[in-house]
């Protein structure tokens, strides 16, 4: 049996939530239709406070649009931002134009979390098949990402969308937890299992950049 | 004066409480000036904003995030501090936050605080089994199942972290909470609440105000049946109106009938350890850092009219005795 609490919390929490005002069995009043605005507030604050970067990159149109969209399916109530991050940057991904600053930046967010993420994980076997690290990725600007991050401070138009020749590696072992790939790198992340041993996959593999599989 | 709070049963003597002055919370935007002069004689931290959540293999665990923890304890790890918790949903029916519980009990072995302190309300919900963040706290009825599931886990978790725990009373906007006739109302929740539990309360007097003009009572009258001998910390801020309600933004400077409230406040409150100004972080670079520290000049001026008068008379709460 629910308990006369868990009913009343049901009922009030679908009532404030978007969309599911109307079949709640809780009466409409002004103090809900306020309940109602505050939490579309906060969820659209949560969901730019998390995907900020990514979403400064967008005309303030698109950047509306995308935010209403998401929090129209329910998103923006995490209490922890990086919760709110990991759900709104898959969002954004899924949408954004490809290629597009906006798509590399979103894919960057996503590198560094799941770097972050593999930081305490335990380390592999030392021999085996190389594959790419599990908490590894390898993103490809259209354009270097510091002149991007430039002019978007700078409140410039943004560096033109070219093809993707600026990689950068993203895992858990890099100090800070990316850097810059060299063409030989790109080459060892693209086919790892048929990359020759040497110092080139070691130093990939300290850092976590590659795995080995036993 | 000693503020005195029965922290745990399992606890050999009482926390005793000093008074620590007036506080403010952490916001890395800030200049480290500010909280290292005499603005501040305490910090306030929402642990949650040195935590974020990590998923492997199904299970969810909050992972410190130690460079803004570090940055935290260079600009005010050598002031007290006390914590003032987010997530932690204590009201909601069908479970607390553990999670946060955890996160909570490991951050204060690392950083030592005289109180932790949480809202009274509920966040999360059940939806097809499944718990889900609603994304704005709701108010808990004043019903008889209120009391109990809060209180008891109020003691538990005073028990369990051996700190002082504190509950926040809300601002909300409900004309039409179910309540029964032996609780009353929020008021009546919170004081059952605090004495089955034997914990204490944050009062934040701006969510009293907002209250008070939305549901047409006066705040003064209410502070007379709140149980102040409960009150540890008091929180003051501002609000703007919106579609005809007063509203709890935490936007602007504190208004006028709070800095009275204060005022009468620490007048009948014994046991009062800090008073705490309230600004959220994205309202900052508007409000102004001068604002900022006028908002906490302001509150140490009332702070120290009370508590140099009763510094001669300490007393102990009666319901310490219990």
């Known amino acids: 049996m629910v308990s006369v609490l868990t009913d009343i919390q049901n009922r009030l929490g679908r009532a404030v939530a978007p969309g599911g005002g109307h079949q709640t069995q809780w009466p409409e009043s002004p103090g809900l239709v306020l309940t109602r605005r505050v939490q579309r507030s906060w969820c659209e604050g949560r969901a730019i406070n998390a995907a900020r970067m990514v979403l400064s990159l967008l005309p303030p149109r698109q950047r509306r649009e995308l935010v209403n969209d998401y929090v129209d399916g329910g998103g923006g109530t995490a209490a922890f931002l990086s919760t709110e991050a990991a759900a709104i940057l898959p969002f954004l991904a899924a949408r954004l134009p490809d290629p597009s600053h906006a798509l590399s930046f979103c894919r960057m967010e996503l590198g560094l979390m799941r770097a972050r993420d593999g930081v305490s994980e335990p380390a592999l076997p030392t021999r085996g098949n190389l594959r790419q690290g599990r908490h590894a990725t390898m993103i490809g600007f259209h354009a270097d990402p510091a002149a991007i991050v430039a002019a978007l401070d700078a409140h410039q138009q943004l560096p033109p969308v070219g093809r993707a020749a600026h990689f950068v590696l993203f895992a858990p072992g890099l100090p800070n937890l990316f850097r810059a790939a060299t063409p030989k790198e790109v080459a060892v992340w693209n086919s790892p299992a048929a990359a020759a041993r040497g110092p080139i996959t070691d130093r990939m593999v300290a850092e976590q950049i590659l795995e080995q599989v036993s | ?322």
């Open chain 2, 1 to 322: 004066m000693r503020a005195i709070l029965s922290a745990s049963a399992n606890l050999a003597a009482p926390v005793m409480l000093e008074p620590l002055g007036i506080g403010f919370g952490w916001m890395p935007k800030l200049p480290a000036a500010l909280y290292s002069n005499d603005l501040i004689d305490f910090i306030e931290l929402a642990p949650e904003q040195f935590h974020r959540e990590s998923r492997r293999g199904g299970k969810v665990e909050l992972v410190t995030e130690t460079a803004m923890l570090e940055a935290a304890r260079r600009q005010c790890g050598s002031l007290p501090t006390v914590i003032h918790g987010l997530a932690l949903s204590i009201g909601s029916a069908h479970g607390f936050n553990e999670i946060c519980l955890d996160m909570v009990e490991r951050f204060i072995r690392d950083w030592p605080c005289e109180w932790y302190s949480e809202h009274l309300h509920f966040q999360t919900r059940l939806n097809h089994g499944r718990q889900v963040e609603i994304g704005v706290p709701l108010p808990l009825p004043a019903i008889r199942e209120s009391v109990d599931l809060v209180s008891e886990r109020a003691a538990m978790v005073q028990r369990r972290l051996g700190l002082p725990f504190l509950l926040e009373n809300m601002a909300h906007y409900f004309t039409d909470l179910p309540a029964d006739d032996e609780v009353m109302d929020e008021v009546g929740l919170m004081n059952q609440i605090t004495q089955r539990a034997a914990c204490g309360q944050l009062l934040d007097l701006h969510n009293l105000h907002c209250n008070a003009i939305n549901f047409g009572f006066d705040a003064a009258t209410a502070l007379d049946r709140i149980a102040l001998d409960r009150v540890v910390e008091i929180h003051i801020a501002g609000g703007q109106w919106q579609d005809g309600y007063y509203t709890d933004a935490h936007d602007r400077g504190v208004p006028k009938r709070v800095w009275e409230l204060l005022d009468l406040t620490l007048a009948k409150a014994p046991n009062v350890a800090g008073v705490v100004f309230e600004i959220l972080p994205e309202h900052l670079s508007r409000f102004g850092t001068d604002a900022v520290a006028n908002e906490l000049m302001l509150a140490r001026r009332v702070w120290q009219r009370h508590r140099h008068a009763s510094q001669a008379a300490p007393s102990v709460p009666s319901w310490f005795q219990s």
